[in-house]
């Protein structure tokens, strides 16, 4: 019934933003008589608000057209690589016709950037993935909003999403360097200890950031939700049927819009302030911190639904059972083993301010894979760093993305050094099915 009432209050503020969108143009526009009345640029900075606080926000693009590659601009195209019911596999392909630019992409390394399942859009990433593409070859996964899906294609478990990692990384291939981002650092460490374990290639690198793979470590205000209540209460509380006129309309899911409730309750003073200052920009006239604001909300509101197994199979694995850490997670009847990664380099990256993933949540993943020699294994802390800004910003493109450039290009090793190990990878394999 929540979802139901969300959707009726939505459609009935939806003229209303339209309104106030329209009129704050009527005040600020430099042909209209009203933009030189008093205390014009306040309404009209009131109603340009008013818009975006009661517009609703769709998917954002990723916009990305274009990038440098030494010093030269080359085209970007998205291109869809896999398509699934629930996900996208993105890649972006680049063009140019600099023979100097083109040979040294062709040699560049590939890189599979594996967006969180958690509310928002892969565009999240968006930061990330411009900056990746000057340096290498990028592929997403672009999860799917589940109202989008019709129940006829079935539910999405937590080891769907598993499998759905495995798919992308065997398409790739054994060049494959992957970086996951806060939630699936989980999965994805999952979905590379079962290739590993059945003796198939691994990834040459593995980056994980501000992921929860032992949420028990520095609990966070969203670790301490997930742990205190019972499943039940998440079943009971959290889970509705998606409305009709959407092609999933009857799949139960985890609203997006009680996500997007809940960071914001998380630090309502500093959205408060941020919305604050927006007004009062407009009302300066400071056009680039009004447009900043804007790009930073537009994708901050847009928001997706999950599927509720997937949810709810998230909350009892990662958050209440911590099945990773405990050596207890099965996918498929197989027992997930970190243990068997050999062959990958790890690094880990956490934000000295992050409240969403606590210190330690991620660098919990070195004390698992006890099979990859330390001298693979990297931890990096990013000092001031909140949450968002170990993947995106300022903080992201000066500190972090030089450390994962520079561990990528170390270790992103060819395909022989994989062929010499894979006997004995294997030779365990058979030796652990046979027990």
Not at 90 to 117: C, E, G, H, N, Y
Not at 385 to 407: C, D, L, M, N
Not at 412 to 432: D, G, L, W
Request: charged share 20%; glycine share 6%; net charge negative.
């Amino acid at each position: 019934m929540l979802y139901q009432l969300y959707e009726t209050q939505r459609a009935l503020m939806a003229p209303f933003a339209e309104f106030a969108s329209a009129s704050a143009k009527l005040y600020s526009h430099p042909l209209s008589p009203f933009t030189h009345t008093p205390m014009s640029q306040r309404v009209a900075a009131g109603l340009d608000l008013m818009h975006r606080l009661a517009k609703d926000y769709e998917k954002p693009e990723f916009g990305i057209k274009s990038v440098k590659v030494d010093n030269v601009d080359v085209a970007v195209q998205e291109q869809v690589a896999i398509e699934k019911p629930f996900c996208r596999l993105i890649r972006f392909k680049r063009f140019t016709d600099d023979a100097r630019a083109l040979a040294d992409m062709k040699s560049q390394p590939t890189v599979l950037v594996v967006a969180p399942l958690s509310g928002h859009h892969s565009t999240l990433l968006r930061d990330t993935v411009k900056s990746l593409l000057q340096d290498h070859k990028v592929y997403i996964t672009d999860w799917t909003d589940a109202r989008m899906v019709p129940v006829e294609a079935g539910p999405f478990h937590l080891n769907d999403y598993v499998t759905y990692v495995q798919e992308f990384i065997r398409h790739i291939g054994p060049e494959v360097n992957v970086i996951s981002v806060c939630q699936p650092t989980v999965p994805v460490l999952a979905a590379v200890s079962l290739l590993a374990s059945n003796g198939e290639f691994t990834p040459r690198t593995l980056t994980m950031m501000g992921g929860p793979i032992d949420a028990r470590k520095s609990p966070t205000a969203v670790n301490n939700l997930a742990m205190n209540k019972s499943y039940s209460w998440f079943e009971n509380n959290v889970i509705y049927r998606v409305p009709p006129h959407f092609p999933g309309a009857g799949r139960w899911v985890y609203p997006g819009f009680l996500q997007h409730t809940g960071f914001v309750a998380m630090n309502p003073d500093r959205h408060l302030s941020s919305h604050y200052d927006y007004f009062l920009d407009l009302v300066r006239g400071d056009d680039d911190s009004a447009e900043s604001h804007r790009q930073f909300y537009d994708e901050y509101n847009a928001v997706l639904d999950m599927p509720a197994e997937y949810y709810l199979d998230t909350i009892k694995t990662v958050f209440q059972d911590f099945a990773l850490v405990n050596g207890t997670w099965e996918v498929d009847g197989q027992l997930v083993r970190p243990q068997d990664i050999t062959t990958s380099a790890l690094l880990t990256v956490e934000g000295e301010l992050d409240d969403i993933s606590g210190a330690g949540q991620t660098r919990a993943a070195h004390d698992l894979c006890t099979g990859i020699p330390k001298s693979r294994q990297f931890h990096y802390d990013v000092e001031g760093a909140g949450h968002y800004g170990i993947f995106s910003g300022r903080r992201w493109r000066e500190k972090v993305y030089p450390q994962i450039t520079e561990f990528i290009a170390r270790f992103n090793r060819p395909a022989e050094i994989f062929e010499s190990a894979a006997p004995a990878r294997k030779r365990v394999a058979r030796a652990r099915k046979a027990a």
